[in-house]
């Protein structure tokens, strides 16, 4: 049967809807919505909804679908407007309509089912209606109520950004969505304007807290706000004037709730979750969050499943959809990093920041667009942006892909073996530009586990030499590249299928650190290394480099990330030292340095070094992104050809933010601030990211580890599937023949006609 009676906190698009679904699945229920405004109140002023959200309301609710049908404007232009230059991508398709005529279309409908809607009427509190209804929908916005009254159960976290954002609106249409950025003596402001009827326009003026302040917002009453806003932006206007529907500054204030219901007291819209503008998702995940929430209801035997089945079938769809908005709003706050950008990629970028629109995608929506993009780039005719060479030194990647270092504790002694032939020889056949080794250790003490390989005996020197060689003859193109590194306080462990981080039974050697602080509970606690034990270690490094080289490796990496020796000496969580090595950036950077300086000094002046860093600990107090900057120049300052920039695993009690292509942010802020080479990690796993990070500027090179793993000839596959045959990457002689994808079956088989009844 489901709830009969129904509360609804809140009159806006997703209380609405709810509430007509609710009353349209079963007329028997008594619903009320509560809300405090007036009918024709409201913020902003133009809605956009996508084609999926469209068809939903249409399976749902033909009569809104054809309501909302007849009002819409539709359009498919993005432009683009950057320093006078406007380019313009195609293809993308956009509804949008007024959300005041949005909320009288819902109005009219649930007063059509039979709906009872209070306005100018406060909700009582959720607490008390739940207790003489079957079910209470808090949709009451960002600042929710209901959902600050019950924070115990729904336990938010509410996050405000660094932009400053007004809505308002001009009295004309834009032909295309329309992005614009004013350079001003206070710094980058950022118009993002659609239209949402005929002879209206939404436009939203945002910028950082900063520039806001410096520009002297702070001081200003609305209306000359708004009139400030319209001089700025006067071209794009066309010199028209703008209007407010009380508008005002805000900041954006990102919502996650650990759980949406509480006893019968469910959260939809913004109360949930919230979104970020740029994306134009918040009335639209309103909306499908009221679509999921009706179906469960009508679908579970009881309130209690359906409030969980809502909650797991939305959670994993919202999560992605902030996760696109997060990228999207950093990308706007930090868009003076990509400022002086040729404006074609600097759009390309734009278009591209959520990663919702990809490289490949674009080039299906706009082919036009995205050729004119690869040719500034570089790319020959045919030739996707993965494919283009780089250059470090006199080492010339052919492609961009990197086999990133991954620690297969296999080696015995210290020494690789044929598992190690079998499994770099592989990958150096599978056509990428760059393999990596795991991280070879620079002594027995340095080593994270029995299992890990090392450089300081010369029968693991010739060892190495044998993997080069093979990759070198075989694979010839396919450059080698060695990942030097010491364990610190993370060594003496398992191997990583016996227990991951813990520390051995039995066989255990003594440990060395910045400072004498165990990894985490039940870890050994290092020994805080002396003046005279740097220069030991430091020589360790050297020795190993030298080895290196004779062993023909192309490229030498520094391992100064997740938690291993220099990485602890970089992080304030580990490195809590009071001599010349601790306290200030530039302090714990010295040890780091001074061991780059060192290996540099004995690595071949021809041959690239890179530095990997971990760019943020993902812990309060630890490194930041502002110290990964410092950090990368610094190394860049001494000789860095290129910083590989990975995250995190330096303190065991870290909170990462996964997710797809998580890392390149940090990546991103390296590259466009220092204007080193940067190389990108992290959830990177299709050649679409590939192609997309690199093209938008914010990456050199994408080092992939897992896919690696999975299909060993990943970068040959990638060539094949997107008809690339160039000398970016070559399939080996006696594997040319698998360079079609093999048929998986009859194609040719007659299809019936007929079906004929019993």
């Excluded at 993005?78 to 959300?99: K, M, N, P, W, Y």
């Amino acid at each position: 049967m489901g709830p009969l009676r129904v509360a609804v906190i809140g009159g806006g698009p997703g209380g609405l809807y709810a509430a007509a679904l609710l009353k349209r699945l079963d007329p028997r229920r008594d619903i009320t919505v509560w809300e405090r405004n007036a009918p024709d109140d409201t913020f902003g002023f133009g809605v956009v909804l996508s084609d999926e959200t469209l068809g939903g309301i249409e399976h749902a609710d033909p009569v809104v679908h054809a309501a909302l049908q007849a009002e819409f404007v539709r359009w498919d232009d993005i432009d683009v407007v950057h320093r006078g230059t406007r380019h313009t991508s195609g293809g993308h398709g956009f509804a949008a309509l007024g959300r005041r005529r949005l909320l009288e279309i819902l109005h009219e409908r649930c007063r059509q089912l039979g709906v009872n809607l209070r306005f100018r009427s406060p909700a009582p509190p959720a607490a008390d209606l739940a207790r003489d209804h079957d079910l209470v929908v808090a949709a009451d916005g960002v600042r929710s109520a209901t959902r600050e009254s019950h924070a115990d159960a729904f336990r938010p976290r509410v996050e405000e950004h660094r932009c400053r954002y007004i809505w308002l609106a001009a009295d004309f249409a834009f032909d295309a969505f329309r992005f614009e950025t004013a350079e001003t003596e206070h710094g980058v402001m950022q118009l993002h304007g659609y239209p949402y009827t005929g002879g209206d326009s939404t436009v939203i003026v945002e910028m950082r807290e900063e520039v806001w302040r410096a520009a002297g917002f702070d001081a200003l009453d609305a209306p000359e706000s708004v009139e400030r806003c319209a001089k700025i932006f006067t071209e794009a206007l066309g010199g028209r004037a703008l209007r407010s529907n009380n508008s005002a500054w805000t900041a954006f204030r990102t919502v996650v709730n650990e759980k949406w219901s509480h006893g019968n007291i469910v959260l939809v819209g913004d109360s949930a979750h919230t979104a970020h503008f740029s994306i134009g998702s918040g009335t639209k995940l309103a909306v499908e969050d009221a679509l999921a929430l009706a179906a469960c209801l009508q679908e579970q035997p009881t309130t209690a499943d359906a409030l969980a089945a809502y909650e797991e079938e939305r959670r994993p769809v919202v999560a992605s959809t902030q996760r696109a908005a997060r990228a999207s709003l950093e990308w706007f706050e930090n868009i003076g990093l990509y400022l002086d950008q040729p404006a074609r990629q600097f759009a390309f970028n734009l278009l591209t920041r959520s990663r919702r629109v990809t490289h490949d995608n674009l080039r299906l929506r706009d082919p036009r667009f995205t050729e004119a993009v690869e040719r500034d780039f570089g790319c020959p005719p045919g030739t996707p942006p993965m494919f283009t060479p780089l250059s470090l030194r006199d080492l010339t990647l052919r492609n961009r892909v990197v086999v990133s270092p991954m620690d297969m504790y296999s080696a015995r002694a210290g020494v690789p073996g044929d598992f190690h032939l079998v499994h770099l020889g592989a990958r150096a056949l599978g056509g990428a530009g760059l393999v990596m080794t795991e991280m070879v250790c620079v002594s027995p003490e340095g080593r994270i586990t029995p299992g890990c390989g090392g450089l300081y005996t010369t029968e693991q020197a010739a060892a190495w030499r044998r993997i080069t060689d093979f990759a070198h003859t075989q694979a010839p193109g396919t450059a080698v590249g060695v990942q030097l590194g010491h364990s610190g306080r993370k060594g003496s462990t398992k191997l990583m299928w016996e227990g991951i981080d813990e520390p051995l039974a039995e066989g255990n050697w003594p440990l060395v650190a910045a400072s004498p602080l165990p990894y985490k509970p039940g870890s050994q606690t290092p020994r805080e290394l002396t003046r005279g034990e740097l220069a030991d270690v430091r020589e360790q490094f050297t020795s190993a480099a030298l080895r290196a080289a004779d062993a023909g490796f192309d490229l030498l990496e520094l391992h100064c990330a997740h938690g291993y020796l220099l990485s602890g000496f970089l992080s304030p969580l580990s490195n809590q030292r009071t001599d010349a090595y601790g306290g200030p950036l530039a302090n714990r950077l010295r040890f780091p340095l001074e061991v780059f300086d060192a290996v540099r000094d004995v690595w071949p002046g021809d041959r690239p070094m890179t530095v990997r860093i971990s760019a943020t600990d993902w812990a309060d107090g630890g490194t930041d992104a502002s110290d990964a900057v410092e950090i990368a120049r610094a190394f860049a300052a001494h000789g860095a050809d290129a910083i590989d920039v990975s995250t995190g695993q330096v303190v065991a009690d870290e909170k990462p933010a996964y997710g797809r292509s998580y890392q390149v942010p940090f990546a991103d802020r390296i590259r466009n601030e220092t204007g080193i080479p940067v190389i990108s990690v992290g959830a990177i796993s299709s050649w679409d990211d590939v192609n997309s990070l690199i093209l938008a500027g914010r990456t050199d090179l994408c080092a992939l580890a897992r896919p690696h793993l999975y299909d060993p000839h990943w970068t040959l596959h990638a060539a094949a599937e997107q008809g690339y045959t160039g000398p970016g990457v070559a399939w080996p002689k006696p594997y040319e023949a698998g360079s079609r994808p093999p048929q998986t079956g009859r194609l040719d088989a007659p299809k019936p006609r007929l079906t004929l009844g019993g």
